[in-house]
């Protein structure tokens, strides 16, 4: 079963790749994803540190309308900080139900640098995925 997705009036440009993936690894699950009013998608690279750096973690969470599923929001996170100082804070954020999307050190994002960044990191996400860079895990209620 394909997780039918609210394709009119994304704020930022989804695309299909993305699309494909998430529904993939929500059918992979035992959840019963006609009962879910939300499903939280975890994923993470094992070997990711805040001294070796790499692939960062990244969480997409969407919930459900009333005939699909809608974009709440996509994170990635980031080590920010040195040593023991260091922690994992949100590095870009896009929350697409508020339309409010942020990038550590910058602020707020206008809507068409938020299109433009959600693209590019949308494409490096949909390459690592490729990679089999992370290891996924999808929770619902």
Same mark, same amino acid.
């Given at each position: 079963m394909t997780i039918p997705f609210h394709r009119d009036g994304f704020t930022l440009p989804v695309c299909q790749a993305l699309l494909a993936l998430l529904s993939q690894d929500a059918e992979r699950t035992d959840l019963d994803l006609g009962r879910c009013t939300q499903l939280t998608f975890n994923f993470r690279n094992p070997g990711y540190s805040?001294?070796?750096?790499?692939?960062?973690?990244?969480?997409?969470?969407?919930?459900?309308?009333?005939?699909? %599923?809608?974009?709440?929001?996509?994170?990635?996170?980031?080590?920010?900080?040195?040593?023991?100082?260091?922690?994992?804070?949100?590095?870009?954020?896009?929350?697409?139900?508020?339309?409010?999307?942020?990038?550590?050190? %910058?602020?707020p994002l206008r809507l068409a640098e938020a299109r433009e960044l959600f693209d590019i990191w949308q494409s490096n996400f949909i390459a690592y995925y490729r990679l089999e860079c992370f290891s996924i895990t999808v929770s619902g209620d």
């Open positions: 805040a001294e070796q750096g790499g692939v960062h973690p990244v969480e997409i969470r969407l919930v459900r309308g009333l005939d699909d %599923w809608l974009f709440d929001y996509v994170t990635d996170f980031s080590y920010q900080g040195l040593g023991q100082d260091a922690e994992l804070c949100k590095e870009l954020d896009f929350n697409f139900l508020d339309g409010e999307h942020t990038m550590l050190g %910058w602020g």
